[in-house]
């Protein structure tokens, strides 16, 4: 008998298999987790108005696939730290220029973020709010800083504190910068991550900060994931390496955001 697994549990494997086979079949799907055809059919719509897929009669495709690559998961942080490492540490260096002593930020975990604040060290009075067990022993390395960790249900994988009580922790701060690292950025789609767990912090701490700064190397743009951040317009600074595609450079000449490309 198939595996029972959640609504959003359910949208990663169809797209984890529209993605390797390029399309999919509404009665294959249907025998494949054990469920009515009209409810695979609501998951197919629902993707669809997420931009990943165009559906088709008794099925679907990937939307656009010439254009942007899926996204379904990635690597471990430990490995993700040596990717792109020279570029992730000019990139910090510039988040670290916006950020001044005595500022308060509120900051997710990941690889790009884990070098900010490795220069964000030399900033004094800092106040730091995060749900990151990751990035905790560096934080521990900022003497005179405050730091707020929030509870919540912890995410092995990713080292994170995640959830509903994550979140009303969260809603506590107005900080000065939200710093934020997401998985794939495309015109269309915006920012997005392959969590939706993961994607609701990001999303939460987006809104609550009164500067957004989104870090992001180049290798993440004209990619798409499942889960919906913020459109890439809706940002304050966007900062990347010097790689990044000239149809983003373009478009964000027609917004309020900030590009910084090192």
Avoid: W
């Avoid at 992730?88 to 930020?105: C, E, F, N, P, T």
């Amino acid at each position: 008998m198939p595996e029972k697994l959640f609504k959003e549990e359910r949208l990663i494997r169809i797209m984890e298999k529209i993605s390797r086979d390029k399309k999919v079949v509404v009665s294959e799907l249907a025998a494949m987790f054990d469920l009515s055809k009209p409810t695979i059919r609501t998951d197919l719509a629902i993707l669809e108005l997420r931009g990943l897929i165009e559906r088709t009669h008794g099925g679907a495709i990937l939307k656009d696939v010439k254009s942007e690559k899926y996204v379904s998961g990635k690597s471990l942080l430990d490995l993700r730290k040596e990717t792109q490492k020279e570029e992730k540490q000019r990139m910090a260096q510039r988040v670290r220029d916006l950020v001044q002593d005595g500022d308060s930020i509120m900051i997710d975990g990941g690889s790009s973020t884990y070098y900010v604040l490795k220069y964000l060290r030399e900033r004094l009075g800092l106040t730091i709010i995060t749900h990151s067990v990751f990035l905790l022993p560096v934080l521990l390395q900022i003497p005179d800083a405050k730091i707020y960790l929030t509870g919540g249900f912890i995410h092995r994988e990713f080292e994170d504190l995640i959830g509903d009580i994550s979140i009303n922790s969260l809603q506590r701060f107005k900080p000065d910068f939200s710093i934020v690292a997401v998985d794939a950025i495309s015109i269309e789609n915006g920012l997005t991550s392959t969590e939706t767990s993961t994607a609701q912090i990001k999303k939460q701490m987006l809104a609550i900060g009164s500067k957004s700064i989104v870090v992001a190397d180049s290798t993440k743009f004209g990619k798409v994931s499942l889960c919906h951040i913020a459109d890439l317009k809706d940002i304050d600074y966007l900062v990347t390496d010097k790689n990044v595609p000239a149809d983003v450079v373009n478009f964000i000449r027609g917004t309020n955001v900030e590009l910084i490309a090192v």
